[in-house]
C-alpha cells in the first residue's frame, strides 16, 4: 500500500477593516487557524471566530513551504 501524501495546509485569517484615529482607513489580518484540503471539499480548523470582518483562507506562499518542507 502506497503512503499517502502530507496535505499542505492553508492559513486562515480573520480580516477586519477599521478607521485609525487620524481617520485613515485601515486592514487587520490576523493567522487564527488553518485549513486542510479534504476528499469532500476543505475542512477548516480555527480558535477564532470574527466578531466583525471576514475569514480569508490562502495557499502558503513557496516560501512558507520551504520553509515548512509542506509539498505543494
Known amino acids: 500500500m502506497a503512503t499517502p501524501k502530507p496535505a499542505t495546509p492553508f492559513n486562515d485569517f480573520t480580516v477586519e477593516d477599521d478607521e485609525t484615529p487620524t481617520g485613515k482607513s485601515a486592514t487587520t489580518w490576523a493567522r ?3 485549513a486542510f484540503p479534504h476528499h469532500e471539499g476543505a475542512a477548516a480548523t480555527s480558535s477564532y471566530a ?5 475569514r480569508v483562507v490562502l495557499a502558503p506562499s513557496d516560501a512558507e513551504r520551504e520553509a515548512t518542507g509542506c509539498p505543494g
Open 50 to 54: 470574527p466578531m466583525k470582518g471576514r
Open 32 to 34: 487564527v487557524g488553518a
